[in-house]
């Protein structure tokens, strides 16, 4: 090559070590066992995440020599290169972004509107329990009464058709009909005649008042 020519080749970025297990541990143990103290045991869990990190660390590295390799190799196609990497770096970003969750903001807002509906639900609920015991009490409000009354309405209508049952051959040899002397016992006389039947235990009514 000519002393006036200049390469066209991209020169590749030195790779950066990683730093070892091994060196980044060895100055702690030597001082313990130079003080006489045993190395402290190491976390199974710290040291998974550990190794993930690094493994992440030399992924990323692996990513950018590749990078470097192909622009060196393909000049032409380096702003190409570049343009795909900070779009999908872009990307990337937002969805980091996206997997964080709510912002300690929005976190502790989340906290304050949780305690407030955990105290109205629990309002809610001692309303709920109070609405039912008054439902309950509605659903049997007059109901002993109602039954009272029937029982009343039974005995009296037994009377009835004691009278009825009484007279009832006296009414009509004076001519005289029940019915016409009281509209309502024309009303009542169905009920009359099961209340008789029910009683007699025969399935011939009383005798017709009319």
């Given at each position: ?178 019915g016409q ?19 007699s235990g ?9």
């Amino acid at each position: 090559m000519e002393p006036h020519e200049q390469s066209t080749e991209t020169a590749l970025p030195t790779p950066v070590s990683e730093p070892s297990v091994t060196e980044s541990e060895a100055e702690p143990q030597q001082s313990a066992e130079a003080a006489g103290e045993e190395p402290k045991p190491v976390d199974p869990l710290l040291e998974k995440k550990r190794i993930e990190e690094q493994l992440e660390a030399l992924k990323r590295r692996e990513s950018e020599l590749r990078r470097a390799l192909a622009t060196a190799s393909h000049p032409e196609l380096a702003d190409a290169i570049r343009l795909i990497e900070g779009r999908a770096y872009a990307l990337s970003r937002v969805e980091t972004k996206m997997a964080e969750g709510l912002s300690k903001s929005e976190e502790r807002r989340k906290q304050t509107v949780e305690k407030k509906r955990a105290g109205l639900q629990e309002k809610r609920d001692e309303l709920n329990a109070q609405v039912a015991v008054l439902d309950a009490e509605l659903a049997t409000l007059g109901v002993e009464r109602t039954e009272a009354f029937e029982r009343e309405r039974r005995a009296a209508m037994e009377s009835l058709l004691a009278a009825l049952g009484a007279h009832g051959a006296e009414l009509p040899a004076a001519g005289l009909e029940a019915g016409q002397l009281v509209p309502d016992i024309a009303r009542w006389m169905p009920e009359i005649q099961e209340l008789a039947e029910e009683l007699s235990g025969v399935t011939r009514g009383p005798k017709s008042a009319n």
